[in-house]
Nanobody
Framework: QVQMVESGGGLVQTGGSLRLSCTAS????????MGWLRQAPGKEREFVAS????????AYSDTVKGRVTISRDNGKNGVLLEMNSLKPEDTAIYYC?????????????WGQGTQVTVSS
């Protein structure tokens, strides 16, 4: 079973930046859409951003739009998530996920998550 492997989380001060990276455990894995979701303590998991492989079409949640950029990491068959102007409310475990289907919108492949903590 293919898994997503995340890296780049950590502790940063308010207003700081972080870059998260995600790669598929199988470098030959063909995906249609890959993205990031996050879960803060006591809250439900929520969508952050995603991108398609072919056209590179992106989508962002309203809470991060303008502060976050998702891009493909073609050399590593994965994606990058650049996060700027971080706020304490961005603190969460960030999960990378991918799907191959162009019809079924739920993500089938997940990573273990990486912790992002923004101090005030």
């Amino acid at each position: 079973q293919v898994q997503m492997v995340e890296s780049g989380g950590g502790l940063v001060q308010t207003g700081g930046s972080l870059r998260l990276s995600c790669t598929a455990s199988d470098r030959t894995f063909n995906w249609y859409r890959m993205g990031w979701l996050r879960q803060a303590p006591g809250k439900e998991r929520e969508f952050v951003a995603s991108i398609t492989w072919g056209v590179g079409s992106t989508a962002y949640s309203d809470t991060v739009k303008g502060r976050v950029t998702i891009s493909r990491d073609n050399g590593k068959n994965g994606v990058l998530l650049e996060m700027n102007s971080l706020k304490p409310e961005d603190t969460a475990i960030y999960y990378c996920a991918a799907r191959q289907s162009t019809i079924i919108t739920s993500y089938a492949y997940w990573g273990q998550g990486t912790q992002v903590t923004v101090s005030s």
